[in-house]
């Protein structure tokens, strides 16, 4: 099969490489959509993500859907034809993370497109069986693999409890900061308040729901947060820029007793110092998010059900062998490109 090779930074290789068998309780995927991610243009400029470097060549891409060619003797509940969306982390499902439910933290958790493990930019995936999601006929491929980072965003709303009549304040409205906005909405936030130096992302994020959206490039954010919030600031605030300086405001923004939810962090520092005393008088809580933990089944109702529309996001799609060619768009045009698929027909 043909894959979309990352080599070493900034060279990517369309290469043929032996299809994968699915195990007993395996799936065999045929790749239909996968979304470009943050990480993944990480990966492909830098060759690593945080600690993680690659050790060898990578197959990026980790948003992913696709249709089953294969399933192993032990597949019970999925067949040939079946349209999916692939949870793209597979955990050991043993350990005693794993068994309470915080799967997301599995120290032996194999996650797509995190080295050495390979991603979606390839004609064939396998995972086990019920890491594959069923699409209804009203969901795309390309939907499907957006509720990769829409899962996110419901678990920064679930981890921070959004409910109605909450008031919400994301700031970066990339892929991640749009779900987390069309998240908040379903969860009932009455007030969803979007922060970006770009009109073009507050344009997406006014669409997926967000109720105020201002330009920080225009102007001091924190008087019009806390005018929009009848002076008290957000119940929670989701944090998606990965700017310090942000970072280090939130607490001006954000209610006494409020929380801030850690959801993107930059790539080039480990540590950011944070201003404890003023967090602490007014009791705010800080959360920070791992991926996300049994979202994939809710992030798919909700889709099914129409009450977000994920295919908005898509703003550019590219085919496999122009993989490199989508990288490079990503990232010389973030006043264009919002989530770039890459498509295989
Ligand atoms: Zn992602
Ligand atoms: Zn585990």
């Known amino acids: 099969m043909k894959a979309a090779v990352l080599v070493k930074p900034r060279e990517i290789q369309m290469r043929d490489i032996p299809k994968p068998v699915p195990r007993r309780d395996e799936v065999l995927v045929r790749v239909k959509s996968v979304g470009i991610c943050g990480s993944d243009s990480h990966l492909y400029k830098t060759g690593g993500t945080g600690p993680v470097r690659m050790s060898g060549p990578l197959i990026l891409g980790h948003e992913a859907a696709g249709v089953i060619e294969e399933a192993g003797d032990e597949v019970k509940n999925r067949k040939i034809g079946d349209r999916v969306s ?4 597979i955990p050991c499902f043993k350990c005693s993370f794993c068994l309470s439910g915080k799967y997301n933290v599995c120290p032996d958790m194999r996650f797509f497109a995190t080295p050495p493990v390979d991603g ?14 069923p699409l209804a006929a ?10 990769e980072p829409f899962s996110i965003g419901l678990w920064a709303c679930h981890r ?3 409910s109605p009549g909450s008031s919400v304040l994301v700031t970066g409205c990339g892929p991640l900061g749009i779900t987390s906005i069309m998240a908040a909405a379903v969860c009932g936030a009455a007030k969803i308040i ?3 130096v770009q009109d073009f992302r507050l344009e997406f994020a006014r669409r997926a729901g967000a109720t105020v959206v201002l330009n920080s490039s225009q102007g001091d954010i924190i008087p019009q947060v806390l005018a929009a919030t009848n002076g008290l600031g957000a119940d929670v ?9 942000l970072v280090q405001s939130l607490h001006e923004m954000v209610m006494r007793g409020g929380k801030i939810v850690i959801a993107g962090i930059s790539a080039h520092t480990d540590f950011v110092p944070v201003p404890l005393r003023y967090l602490m008088r007014k009791e705010i809580d800080i959360l920070s998010l791992y991926r996300y933990a049994n979202m994939y089944g809710k992030a798919l109702n909700i889709v099914e059900a129409r009450k977000v529309d994920l295919g908005s996001l898509v703003s550019q799609t590219f085919p496999l062998e122009k993989v490199q060619e989508a990288m490079e768009f990503v ?8 989530k770039v698929i890459i498509r295989q027909t």
Do not use: C, Q, R, W
């Open 237 to 245: 605030a989701i944090e998606a820029t990965g700017v310090i300086e």
């Open 331 to 338: 990232e010389h045009n973030p006043d264009k490109a919002m």
């Open 138 to 147: 009203n969901t795309s491929f390309d939907e499907g693999a957006l509720l």
């Open 120 to 133: 979606a930019f390839t004609e064939y995936v396998k995972v086990p069986e019920i890491l594959s999601f």
């Open 86 to 89: 692939i949870e793209p982390g």
């Open 160 to 162: 921070s409890g959004v």
């Open 194 to 196: 979007a922060v970006d």
